[in-house]
């Protein structure tokens, strides 16, 4: 028997190939992932290996976690299956969620459908969630400086060199890999695309980067002037060995960079871009003077939220998955798990302070987006967890806002409802 693990492919292609299929079937008593106070919500796994029970020399592991920091570890024979039962008393949050490994071969890396783990969660009274902590006084007062900060620095595009569009997209696109002037020592760099089209105006998309150190991306449309830059205003298109280079070297841990005090946090200058981007959009003489959409998933999702509260020009917002919610989770009563980069517990050599991350956690900047938001969840994501995010999600004032739960999605995006609108926005736009 074969032992190749399955990777970012189909089970279909895989079985043709002769390869190994492994899974866990994922059961819950819960259809939508909510739960009332005191339910007893039923989760079954059950691995199985090209669809058929899964042979013995596997290991089912994880761990089951409820609110209040009730954690239980998982790790029983595959063949068997595990059930449990998840039920939490108050608002909150519990899930199970597993891997297999095998015990004859436990370096060997299996990928369940793409992923790491698989399992199922649920949320009690969302509704009723609440910040770890209150918001600095002088929010509002921080922000503005920084903003004064990047208007000290004139608006100039630094390059602007256009590049092979990606194909298929020739005949309705042109793409230029951009460089524009920013606060910080690094400027806004990414991929614009632009319609060649010159007949009507456009709706810009704003798209922004997760974690990592990588080039960004190009997305060029036909009824949508594009713009995606990375994370960290640095080269696009590069080798391999340069991203590398930089997430070992200057980039290396970038989330503790600056970290003890708030006027250097490394996040500072990635949001600047992210308004100066915007800035540049509205410059753009093929822009219709009205849509800007901004989105992205994670870490980009973080930025999203940013620009959707920071930049009042902003008419849609999608975030899937957002980071940087609910720093301050772990030190609650409850003892929620923190939003990545989890300041309180990954960055403890670092002495990382409230009075320093509560000016970057999203939970403060949910309560001034007022445009139109989407936002998913998934309710087995240990990196950005879902009562966290719902918590934010409460505060924000917008009458035409929008949560996604999804029961068994880890850390991986999914904002079907976010995608749709984006559509609607493009579509309705080429209409005018």
């Given at each position: ?17 002769g ?11 819960s ?41 239980k ?43 790491n ?5 649920i ?31 004139p608006?100039?595009?630094?390059e602007?060199?256009q ?12 793409t ?44 060029p ?28 070297g ?12 708030r006027?250097t ?19 753009l ?20 939220l940013?620009?959707?509260a ?30 990545w ?11 990382a ?21 989407y ?13 966290g995010?719902?918590a934010?999600?409460n ?14 999605m ?6 079907l ?16």
């Amino acid at each position: 028997m074969k032992k190749i693990s399955l990777f970012l492919l189909s089970a279909c292609a895989v079985l043709l190939s002769g390869a190994d299929v492994f899974e866990i079937k994922v059961e819950s008593t819960s259809r939508t992932g909510l739960a009332a106070p005191g339910e007893k919500v039923t989760v079954k796994l059950t691995p199985t290996l090209n669809g058929k029970p899964i042979p013995a020399g596997y290991t089912l592991t994880g761990k089951i976690w409820q609110d209040g920091g009730a954690e239980k570890k998982v790790k029983v024979p595959a063949e068997k299956g595990f059930t449990t039962v998840l039920s939490s008393d108050k608002p909150g949050w519990a899930f199970v969620r597993a891997s297999l490994l095998n015990a004859k071969n436990p370096k060997q890396k299996i990928v369940l459908s793409g992923r790491n783990y698989r399992g199922s969660g649920i949320l009690v009274e969302p509704e009723k969630l609440v910040p770890a902590r209150p918001e600095p006084a002088d929010f509002d007062k921080f922000w503005d400086s920084c903003k004064a900060e990047l208007a000290k620095v004139p608006l100039k595009v630094l390059e602007k060199k256009q590049i092979p569009v990606r194909k298929g997209a020739e005949k309705y696109a042109v793409t230029y890999d951009m460089k524009i002037s920013c606060a910080g020592k690094r400027p806004v760099s990414g991929y614009l695309s632009v319609p060649l089209d010159k007949s009507r105006k456009y709706p810009v998309i704003l798209g922004v980067d997760g974690a990592g150190v990588f080039s960004s991306w190009q997305l060029p449309a036909p009824n949508a002037i594009r713009f995606n830059i990375n994370a960290h205003g640095i080269l696009n298109g590069q080798p391999k060995k340069y991203y590398a280079d930089l997430s070992k070297g200057e980039l290396r841990s970038y989330v503790r960079i600056g970290s003890a005090k708030r006027e250097t946090v490394y996040f500072k200058y990635m949001f600047l871009r992210v308004l100066r981007a915007l800035e540049y959009l509205k410059t753009l003489p093929e822009w219709n003077g009205k849509d800007i959409i901004v989105t992205g998933s994670s870490q980009g999702g973080a930025q999203t939220l940013f620009a959707a509260a920071m930049d009042k020009d902003v008419t849609l917002a999608s975030a899937t998955v957002p980071a940087m919610v609910d720093f301050a989770g772990t030190l609650a009563a409850n003892k929620r798990i923190s939003g990545w980069p989890k300041p309180y517990t990954a960055l403890k050599k670092d002495a990382a302070k409230p009075a320093v991350w509560d000016y970057f956690d999203m939970m403060n900047f949910g309560r001034r987006i007022k445009c139109p938001i989407y936002i998913s969840v998934g309710l087995i994501d240990g990196t950005c967890p879902p009562n966290g995010i719902y918590a934010m999600y409460n505060l924000i004032p917008s009458k035409d806002k929008h949560i996604e739960l999804h029961r068994d999605m880890g850390h991986y995006g999914k904002n079907l409802k976010g995608g749709a609108a984006i559509s609607r926005a493009v579509q309705a736009a080429a209409k005018k």
